[in-house]
């Protein structure tokens, strides 16, 4: 399995920035997917996550400005990221995992994730 990111950069408070994330080798119907982000001297936290049913979860700080979503026909996660904040700023990162429920899938993908290489979202 490989997970290769794109489309993080530099943007001012307010803007727009949208990540991709192309998985390949994926070969099960059954999956959660997410982008969980870094900042430094922080833990990894989850930002959201969505699953084979189209189940979706957002890190509270996050509803309202963020959308994931998956285009199966690409294979190809993506983070909307909306009305963006300073404290948005960290290292983005994809995963992908089995759905293990009723484990969640943020606690899925942190324990037994594949992950992409990540991705530096600056807000200023």
């Known amino acids: 399995v490989q997970l290769v990111e794109s489309g993080g950069g530099s943007v001012q408070a307010g803007g727009s920035l949208r990540l991709s994330c192309e998985i390949s080798g994926w070969t099960y119907t059954n999956f959660c997917m997410g982008w969980f982000r870094q900042a430094p001297e922080k833990e990894r936290e989850g930002v959201a996550t969505?699953?084979?049913?189209?189940?979706?979860v957002y890190q509270d700080s996050v509803k309202g400005r963020f959308t994931i979503s998956k285009d199966n026909a690409k294979n190809t996660l993506y983070l909307q990221m909306d009305s963006l904040k300073p404290e948005d700023t960290a290292m983005y990162y994809c995963g992908a995992a089995l759905n293990r429920r009723p484990m969640s899938c943020m606690a899925t993908i942190q324990s037994l994730g594949h992950w992409g290489q990540g991705n530096q979202v600056t807000v200023s």
């Open positions: 969505i699953d084979n049913n189209g189940v979706t």
